[in-house]
Structure formats: structure tokens, C-alpha cells
């Protein structure tokens, strides 16, 4: 009797863990399939949000060399004139067959069973399952009719209440993964395969192939349209242009925002060097240039201007040997507007006397 109990309870194990390698397995797949999906839309995504970004970063150097003011409507006509150009040559994402997906797993789900040439006649699965499910006489095993005869008890009311359960269990099944936010995955039509067959393992003295063929076909043609219609919702919320045009407010806003940072940066940019810059860097040179030069002058002639007496002696000895008028009337003049004002002040290297030059 132990080892009765002890041999029922090894294969119950055993058939647990199966049970939950199984599952595991199949949550494993339905969640790397649906991050896969969710990696191809959100690349789709990050490279249009790429190109239009870029867009607006070309439009932006366009008006860069711009001196003129440019108004905000001026802006945003040449940025929907961008917008326009650009989501013409985007795409949307791609539709699926879901039907043909969902009958292919279900030829897949029979192997090799003799039920492939009722199933290549299917042309469209979403014509399955639109009203009550209908057992026949087909689907009635003989010996369940002449089990039947003699019990007074319907085999196909039998049936009837079998298929209605299933369908039931499987239309929740179907509506709770048509309820989740993503796109249809094959693992969800697994699940249903997977369901009718455990619900039929628990009646297989009442189930025959064509009753598991009609019933299936019935339950996948439910599920072909629901889920083909959350495929179609999904392309609709995600599709790349909508997608953006979601964002377009924003771009623009961003444009117009940045170019007018960029312009009052760039018009600060050119006070800042008109106004400071360019004094400090003349004043620099001017205060560094003229010691230089002086100190120059001084290096090579060091006799003729070591005095302010001695260089207007020099100075006016060479307008005497040239006799030119117009040198004098240079001279002159220079004299009259620079009378009070010294251009030079420095001191020479290497002597201690300052020199002033005056004109």
C-alpha cells in the first residue's frame, strides 16, 4: 500500500514540475517576445524623433547668417513647410495577417493528425465562431449513440455543454489579453490552444478529432478578430506619425525658443565685442606699441632724440634740406591740432631722463 501511495506521488510530482516548467517557459517567451516588440518601436521612434531633431537643427543654421529681425510667424511657416516635407516621407508601422498567424499555430497545434486537408480548405478563419457553436452527429462517437440509446441520455446535449464551457473559459481568456496595452503576440493564441486542450483531456471519452477540429476553429475564430482588431488599435496609438504629431507643438516651440536664444546670444556676442573687446585690445596695444617704439627709435638714432630740443632741431633741419611745402603744411598742422597734447610718454630703457615727443 506504501509503495502504491509512494509511486502516485513521485508521478504527481513529476507531472507538477512539468507543469510548471511549461508555464515558466511560456511566461518566459511571451515576455521576451514582448520586449522585442517594444525594442523594434521604441528604435522606430528614436530614430524619426532623430531626424526630425536634426531638421530643426538645420532650419536653425539657415537663419543663423540672418542680420534682419525674423518674426515668429516667419519661423513657423518655415518650420511647418519642414514638418510637411518630412512626414511625407515617413511610414507607419507595418500590419500583420493575425488570422493566417493564428492558422498556421493551429494546423501546427494537430501535427500530424488527419485533419490537414479540412484545414488547407480554410481561407479565412475570421468567418469561424461568429455565432452558437453547433455539435452534429459527426462529432458524436458511436459508442457514445449507443450509449446514449440505452440511457435515454443525449450525447450531443453532452457535448453541447462541454463546448459551451470551453468557449466561455476561452473567450475570457481571449478578452483579458485583448485588454493588455501592446501589440498581439503569438504566445496569446498559445495560451488558447493550450486551454482547449486541457478542458478536452478531461472529457476525451466524449471528444472526437472532427468535434476538437470544429471547436478549435471556432474558439480561433474568435480570437482572430479580437486580436486583430487590438493589432489594428496598437498600429493606430504607436504609429510613427502620429507619434510626432503629438510632439509638433513642442518642436516648434523648441525652434522658435532656441533661435531666439541663439540671435540674442549672437547680438550680445557682437556688443560685447564691439563695446569691450575691441577698446581694451586697442588700448593694449596702443600703451605696448608705443615704448616699443620709442625704445626703437632711441636704439637707432639715440644722438637726434635724446632731447626733446635736439629732435625738433633734427626735425626741422631736414624740412629746411627738402624745401617741400607740403611737408611744411603737414608739419604745421600737426603742430596747431597736437599744440597742448603729448603722444608719447616714456621712459628709455637704460636712462632715467623721460622723453616727450610733441608736434
Given at each position: ?10 508521478n504527481g510530482?513529476k ?5 510548471m ?12 517576445e ?11 521612434h528614436?530614430k524619426q ?11 536653425l ?28 516621407s515617413i ?14 499555430q493551429l494546423r ?5 493528425r ?13 468567418q ?5 457553436f453547433?455539435?452534429k452527429?459527426?462529432?458524436?462517437k458511436?459508442?457514445?449513440k449507443?450509449?446514449s440509446f440505452?440511457?435515454?441520455?443525449s ?5 453541447e ?17 485583448a ?21 478536452l483531456?478531461?472529457?476525451?471519452s ?5 468535434f476538437e477540429?470544429d471547436?478549435?476553429?471556432h474558439?480561433?475564430?474568435?480570437a ?6 487590438m493589432?489594428?488599435?496598437f498600429?493606430?496609438?504607436q ?16 525652434f522658435?525658443?532656441l533661435?531666439r536664444?541663439?540671435d ?15 577698446p ?17 627709435v ?7 632724440y ?10 626741422q ?5 627738402k624745401?617741400?611745402f607740403d ?12 599744440k ?5 610718454n616714456?621712459?628709455s ?8 615727443v610733441?608736434?
Amino acid at each position: 500500500m506504501m509503495e502504491k501511495y509512494k509511486v502516485d506521488f513521485t508521478n504527481g510530482v513529476k507531472g507538477l514540475e512539468s507543469e510548471m516548467k511549461a508555464e515558466v517557459q511560456k511566461r518566459l517567451a511571451a515576455a521576451l517576445e514582448m520586449r522585442g516588440n517594444k525594442k523594434k518601436l521604441a528604435d522606430i521612434h528614436r530614430k524619426q524623433t532623430a531626424m526630425i531633431e536634426c531638421q530643426v537643427l538645420q532650419l536653425l543654421q539657415n537663419f543663423k547668417h540672418r542680420r534682419d529681425e525674423v518674426s515668429d510667424e516667419e519661423l513657423t511657416a518655415e518650420f511647418e513647410k519642414m514638418w510637411t516635407r518630412k512626414m511625407a516621407s515617413i511610414t507607419g508601422l507595418k500590419e500583420v495577417d493575425v488570422p493566417a498567424i493564428i492558422l498556421k499555430q493551429l494546423r501546427e497545434s494537430f501535427g500530424n493528425r488527419k485533419v490537414m486537408e479540412d484545414l488547407q480548405k480554410i481561407q479565412d478563419l475570421t468567418q469561424y465562431g461568429q455565432g452558437e457553436f453547433q455539435v452534429k452527429d459527426k462529432h458524436v462517437k458511436l459508442e457514445k449513440k449507443i450509449q446514449s440509446f440505452f440511457t435515454q441520455r443525449s450525447a450531443k446535449q453532452e457535448l453541447e455543454n462541454i463546448a459551451n464551457g470551453i468557449i466561455k473559459f476561452c473567450s475570457q481568456t481571449i478578452k483579458q489579453h485583448a485588454q493588455e496595452k501592446c501589440d498581439y503576440q503569438s504566445t496569446f493564441t498559445k495560451d488558447v490552444l493550450m486551454e482547449i486542450d486541457e478542458q478536452l483531456k478531461n472529457e476525451h471519452s466524449y471528444v472526437n478529432t472532427k468535434f476538437e477540429l470544429d471547436l478549435k476553429l471556432h474558439i480561433c475564430g474568435i480570437a482572430s478578430r479580437t486580436f486583430y482588431e487590438m493589432h489594428k488599435k496598437f498600429l493606430s496609438q504607436q504609429d510613427p506619425l502620429k507619434y510626432l504629431q503629438r510632439f509638433k507643438r513642442k518642436y516648434l516651440s523648441d525652434f522658435i525658443d532656441l533661435y531666439r536664444e541663439k540671435d540674442q546670444c549672437h547680438r550680445k556676442a557682437q556688443d560685447f565685442t564691439q563695446l569691450c573687446l575691441k577698446p581694451a585690445v586697442a588700448e593694449y596695444i596702443d600703451k605696448s606699441l608705443g615704448p616699443d617704439i620709442v625704445d626703437a627709435v632711441l636704439l637707432n638714432n639715440p644722438s637726434e632724440y635724446s632731447s626733446r630740443v635736439l629732435f625738433q632741431y633734427t626735425m626741422q633741419k631736414e624740412l629746411l634740406e627738402k624745401s617741400n611745402f607740403d611737408d611744411f603744411r603737414k608739419a604745421a598742422r600737426c603742430l596747431k591740432l597736437n599744440k597742448d597734447s603729448s603722444l608719447y610718454n616714456c621712459e628709455s630703457k637704460g636712462s632715467s631722463e623721460s622723453l616727450h615727443v610733441q608736434f
